[in-house]
């Protein structure tokens, strides 16, 4: 069935530092990708999404870009703050074998130090 | 601007007692699905609902059942509670489609089984 696997965390940056946080898919059909972060103490809030082969989803400086080549959404932000400190899940929905529900990674734990 | 809300937020509860987790949306989504969060495991679905009056089995069902009350409310009970059931539950809420739109999470509900 259809999967998400993510890098293992916890990753620790300072601030200001280059973020990235790699997520590899199986699917078959033509999924959609998705990051979603947690907050502590807080529910998931989409961060962005990508519907297509080679779509880039951006949002508050994160960026992915769907490669269907190498069935990859890595997730970049140029420079972290000590805020974007969360939890970052890859998912995806709509495979052949999926019918809109969303398929989670483990999760990635970002720390941001000063 | 209230979303997906969840109620417990907190709850403990001995072994074999029984409760039941109230899920509530406002934004008129057919979809609505209850997820189960554990350390390294990431988000796994327990139960959704596709549309007002029907109920599916996700990943991990076992131990619980839900009841779609209407469109806007989606329970989930646990019967006799276990250690293993220890964990934090989110609920969602989706446009049918969610391929394209993904989920409003609710801000969880931490449960202690001891």
């Known amino acids: 069935g259809d999967s998400v696997t993510q890098m293992e965390g916890p990753v620790t940056l300072s601030e200001e530092a280059f973020l990235t946080i790699n997520c590899t898919y199986t699917a078959t059909g033509y999924p959609s990708l998705f990051w979603y972060v947690q907050y502590p103490g807080e529910g998931l809030q989409l961060l962005l999404k990508?519907?297509?082969?080679?779509d880039k989803g951006s949002n508050k400086g994160f960026e992915a870009t769907y490669r269907k080549e190498t069935t990859s959404f890595h997730l970049e932000k140029g420079s972290v703050q000590v805020s974007d400190s969360a939890v970052y899940f890859c998912?995806?929905?709509?495979?052949?074998?999926?019918?809109?529900?969303?398929?989670f990674g483990q999760g990635t734990t970002l720390q941001v130090k000063p | 601007n209230a979303g997906v809300t969840q109620t417990p937020k907190f709850q403990v509860l001995k072994t074999g007692q029984s409760m039941t987790l109230q899920c509530a949306q406002d934004?008129?989504?057919?979809?609505m699905y209850w997820y189960r969060q554990d350390p390294g495991m990431g988000l796994r679905l327990i139960y959704y609902s596709a549309s007002e009056g029907t109920t599916d089995k996700g990943e991990v069902p076992n131990g619980y059942n839900v009841s779609r009350l209407n469109k806007r409310e989606f329970s989930l009970r646990l019967e006799s509670a276990a250690p293993s059931q220890t964990s934090v539950y989110f609920c969602?809420?989706?446009?049918?489609?969610?391929?394209?739109?993904?989920?409003?999470f609710g801000s969880g509900t931490r449960l202690t089984v001891v």
């Open positions: 969602a809420s989706s446009e049918a489609r969610s391929v394209y739109y993904g989920y409003t």
């Open positions: 990508a519907t297509k082969a080679d």
């Open positions: 934004m008129n989504h057919n979809s």
């Open positions: 998912a995806l929905s709509g495979g052949s074998g999926n019918t809109g529900k969303l398929i």
